[in-house]
């Protein structure tokens, strides 16, 4: 009798995860078809970086990422600037010039702020809007969007594009701070549980600071439980949504999240990794053959991934030259001026406009993305370059690589198809 009522509940059990599998009907044929695509950042999230100009304009100092943009600024006249930016930074018209360089994704960063200043932050809000436009735009054009939180109370790293630049993260260290994410992924969800044919992902929380201590790794996972509950089942039922869970590693080893959000009892669930190789003086002294081998490399390492693995970060950038990219105020480790750096070499002809790359540089920018591209879709389930466009960075622009032939009109177009080999 024992044995035939366990027959009949592995009968039942295997039904119940075949119906769940079957009741995820993803929008984009992942598994079959890779992803590949563009960030959308500095729009809705500031950063120094990526817009130089909108921190530069303020005379002040202290005005180091977009907390204090609204913190140390007339509030009327800050939000103008920033009206105006949101009005221009991204278009219809780079949804359009995004569908026609041969992409399907863009991973649209925003914070936890648009939605909630409850306690007392000097952010400005007004950026719903701008993604409610941002998807119909998509919509219109064939793209998917991942909607990417990109900032969280307290800050989830202390990285400026966080929203608030901190010596070290402190989201984790009040449960207040976590309640506040969730509420918003639970927005988030709610806004988008019946439109996965665009928006057939959500991220949670981009790039939580793992390499801070066990605390914040415990507080993610469970933020990871608890917002996949959200995004996966936002009806009142028990309904699912079809909307997918992209998961940042955090910074560990893909192998750190081997049994975690797995099928069976687990579906609709990704890792999104970000693969850079300039934020340390040992990558930045590299050799343009190295980074092309590391590149190469990361092929293994993905294709190990416990789950469907997107690179939703990298560049063909192979220095730290961009101004402002480790800070506004902040030097580079290449080029000596980062504190405590030695000097690799000079930055001129690395960084700024492409008008000023050699002939040289440009075919290595090509043969970088190339290898780059080649391993997160051979092992991985494809790639967000970060970013679309910037002002003064085109090392790091989507946009101006295609402009300036050291990025394909069609990602499928390769120079050098046996790069890796």
């Not at 028990?238 to 940042?248: A, F, G, L, P, Y």
């Not at 080649?374 to 090392?395: L, N, P, V």
Request: glycine share 8%; aromatic share 14%; proline share 5%.
């Amino acid at each position: 009798m024992a044995g035939f009522s366990l027959s009949l509940v592995l009968a039942y059990l295997a039904t119940f995860f075949a119906l769940r599998v079957t009741a995820l009907n993803y929008s984009f044929p992942y598994g079959s078809q890779k992803v590949r695509g563009a960030n959308l950042g500095g729009w809705l999230v500031l950063e120094p970086w990526i817009t130089p100009s909108l921190f530069d304009n303020t005379g002040d100092s202290r005005i180091v990422d977009e907390y204090t943009f609204g913190q140390y600024q007339d509030r009327n006249y800050a939000s103008g600037i920033l009206k105006n930016h949101w009005d221009t930074w991204i278009t219809e018209t780079d949804f359009a010039a995004i569908a026609a360089s041969g992409l399907n994704h863009v991973r649209l960063p925003i914070g936890y702020w648009a939605f909630d200043v409850s306690a007392g932050e000097p952010y400005i809000q007004g950026q719903v809007p701008y993604l409610r436009k941002a998807v119909d735009w998509a919509r219109k054009y064939g793209l998917k969007v991942i909607v990417d939180l990109h900032g969280a109370p307290g800050s989830q790293n202390g990285f400026d594009n966080s929203g608030q630049k901190m010596n070290a993260p402190t989201w984790h260290t009040k449960q207040s701070n976590i309640d506040r994410t969730n509420a918003v992924i639970k927005t988030l969800a709610s806004m988008y549980k019946d439109m996965a044919d665009v928006v057939s992902v959500i991220a949670p929380l981009n790039e939580p600071a793992g390499f801070n201590g066990p605390d914040i790794l415990r507080a993610v996972r469970q933020y990871w439980l608890d917002s996949f509950g959200s995004i996966r089942y936002p009806y009142a039922d028990d309904k699912e949504s079809n909307t997918i869970v992209m998961i940042h590693d955090a910074f560990q080893p893909l192998s750190y999240w081997n049994g975690f959000l797995q099928r069976p009892t687990y579906h609709g669930a990704f890792i999104d990794t970000h693969r850079y190789q300039i934020f340390s003086v040992a990558e930045n002294q590299l050799s343009n053959s190295q980074h092309i081998q590391r590149a190469c490399d990361s092929r293994n390492d993905l294709a190990s991934a416990p789950l469907w693995v997107v690179v939703g970060e990298f560049t063909p950038a192979a220095t730290d030259c961009a101004k402002y990219l480790n800070g506004r105020g902040v030097g580079s480790r290449y080029d000596g001026t980062y504190p405590g750096a030695p000097r690799i070499g000079s930055c001129s002809g690395l960084t700024g406009r492409a008008s000023s790359f050699s002939s040289s540089y440009k075919t290595f920018l090509r043969q970088y993305w190339e290898a780059q591209i080649s391993s997160y879709e051979r092992g991985g389930q494809g790639w967000i370059q970060w970013t679309w466009k910037a002002e003064s960075a085109d090392e790091w622009s989507y946009q101006a690589g295609v402009t300036n032939g050291w990025i394909p009109r069609n990602p499928t177009d390769r120079a050098y198809p046996n790069i890796c080999g």
